[in-house]
T-cell receptor, first 111, second 112 residues
Framework: DGGITQSPKYLFRKEGQNVTLSCEQN?????MYWYRQDPGQGLRLIYY???????QKGDIAEGYSVSREKKESFPLTVTSAQKNPTAFYLC??????????FGPGTRLTVL | GEDVEQSLFLSVREGDSSVINCTYT??????LYWYKQEPGAGLQLLTY?????DMKQDQRLTVLLNKKDKHLSLRIADTQTGDSAIYFC????????????FGGGTRLMVKP
């Protein structure tokens, strides 16, 4: 089946640790995106990549890093520099103007 | 700049119609979208409309676009309890690649 997978579904992190969230797609999409969702709020764009080996900062990139070494994969690292990382993280992929497909999300909690 | 706004909450009775509204500010929007998010899940694309269209209907869903007023609405006919979710509108802008700007979401509660 084609789709986007994110892992893990739940992630707990101690303060000061870096953690990496996985996002994989087998839809053959060129573009991939990371969003952050806080309770009662919409989605805010962290990073996006429109092609392999290239990525751009979104609206709230500080404290995050990404890589895009393969078309299928776009991992997000939440670094210790991110002051308030507890949130729901959504990955998406897309092709053209008209649709982004979303993964099921990873809920990150900082202990 | 881009800004997409929605009301926070809507409550309807099962079988009634629901109308969720959205306003946007960027007049160069290319496509406008409605996504549905169930608790603890990702977003599911429900429908989208190209900016040169006024209306799009897809089974129980009707999207109306008033480009002059920059107003988008989603009507769900015969609303069911399974329609309870958060609904996001989003816009893509021609000069911004494939990026979307999302509204804050409207929580729809359907009472039996």
């Amino acid at each position: 089946d084609g789709g986007i997978t994110q892992s893990p579904k739940y992630l707990f992190r101690k303060e000061g640790q870096n953690v990496t969230l996985s996002c994989e797609q087998n839809l053959n999409h060129d573009a991939m995106y990371w969003y952050r969702q806080d309770p009662g709020q919409g989605l805010r764009l962290i990073y996006y990549s429109q092609i392999v080996n290239d990525f751009q900062k979104g609206d709230i990139a500080e404290g995050y890093s990404v890589s895009r070494e393969k078309k299928e994969s776009f991992p997000l690292t939440v670094t210790s520099a991110q002051k308030n990382p507890t949130a729901f993280y959504l990955c998406a992929s897309g092709r053209g103007w008209y649709e982004q497909f979303f993964g099921p999300g990873t809920r990150l909690t900082v202990l | 700049g881009e800004d997409v706004e929605q009301s926070l909450f809507l409550s309807v009775r099962e079988g009634d119609s629901s109308v969720i509204n959205c306003t946007y500010t960027d007049s160069s929007s290319t496509y406008l979208y409605w996504y549905k998010q169930e608790p603890g899940a990702g977003l599911q694309l429900l429908t989208y409309i190209f900016s040169n269209m006024d209306m799009k209907q897809d089974q129980r869903l009707t999207v109306l676009l008033n480009k002059k007023d920059k107003h988008l609405s989603l009507r769900i006919a015969d609303t069911q309890t399974g329609d309870s979710a958060i609904y996001f509108c989003a816009e893509s802008v021609n000069n911004a690649g494939n990026m979307l700007t999302f509204g804050g979401g409207t929580r729809l509660m359907v009472k039996p």
